[in-house]
């Protein structure tokens, strides 16, 4: 990035915090909160001219106290305020979600949420094409949202002794649900069930597979996995006859 790329950036960072800072909250609010003596380093932030740079650790505190994502000042996002307003406002219900959700179901864990934070690639067999390997990166982060490289999304589940990752695909709209023993997760490498749909046909079907921090070859996650037919259980279409016949 050169010199004049890198103060166009900054003033598009301050146009959002001048944003910011006039919609979602009040100046002198932020600066009780940040420990500032005055509100001059706010005035300095929102100064196009002087195009003062928004440190990380600002824009953490943004997020804490105020549900600013750390998202919007991405260079990739514009300073359309439509957009911006959309990026909070989907922040802040996934947040108020995942609070509901662990605080009346699931428990708390910042020690397993470190250890689960960052990237991490599952590996299970297809449903369609024998001995092929699904190899799928997903990503946590410290919100609990789960996202892979197909554009799926989730959210993480930590609970007492197991936890769970529920992702809603992005073209069927069906939920992958992949269940873990917490103890196994310190060893970078830990299995895990999936149930999901079977691809491109909607019956239920049972998947072992594991996750693993390095991204491993073919051979050695083939080896890992073991005989197809012990870690994979397709739903016998006569059993959902058999309770379609009772009804």
């Known amino acids: 990035m050169n010199k004049k790329e890198m103060a166009q950036d ?9 944003y910011i800072l ?28 002087k195009a003062q740079t928004l440190l990380q650790v600002h824009q953490e505190g943004l997020e804490k106290h105020y549900n600013i994502p750390m998202k919007i000042w991405n260079r990739n996002i514009a300073m359309d305020k439509s957009i911006i307003d959309n990026i909070i406002k989907e922040y802040k219900l996934l947040k108020q979600n995942i609070n509901i959700s662990q605080n009346n179901v699931f428990t708390s864990n910042d020690e397993l949420l470190n250890k689960l934070v960052g990237d991490w690639y599952s590996y299970f067999y297809s449903s369609q094409e024998v001995s092929k390997i699904h190899s799928i990166k997903t990503t946590i982060d410290k919100n609990y949202i789960v996202t892979d490289q197909n554009n799926n999304s989730g959210k993480l589940f930590l609970g007492t002794n197991q936890s769970m990752i529920i992702k809603e695909s992005i073209n069927s709209k069906n939920l992958v649900s992949m269940t873990f023993t917490n103890t196994q997760v310190a060893y970078e490498i830990f299995a895990f069930s999936l149930v999901s749909k079977q691809d491109q046909i909607n019956d ?15 051979d050695v996650v083939i080896k890992t996995l073991g005989d197809i037919n012990t870690t994979q259980l397709k739903m016998d279409r006569g059993f959902l006859e058999r309770i379609r016949d009772i009804s």
Not at 11 to 17: D, G, R, S, T, V
Not at 204 to 218: A, R, T
């Open 10 to 18: 900054k003033i598009i960072i301050a146009e959002k915090l001048n």
């Open 22 to 49: 006039d919609t979602y909250m009040s100046a002198s609010d932020v600066t009780k909160k940040f420990g500032f003596n005055s509100n001059s380093m706010i005035s300095s932030m929102r100064n196009r001219d």
């Open 204 to 218: 239920e079907m049972l998947n072992f597979g594991f996750f693993s921090k390095k991204e491993l070859n073919k």
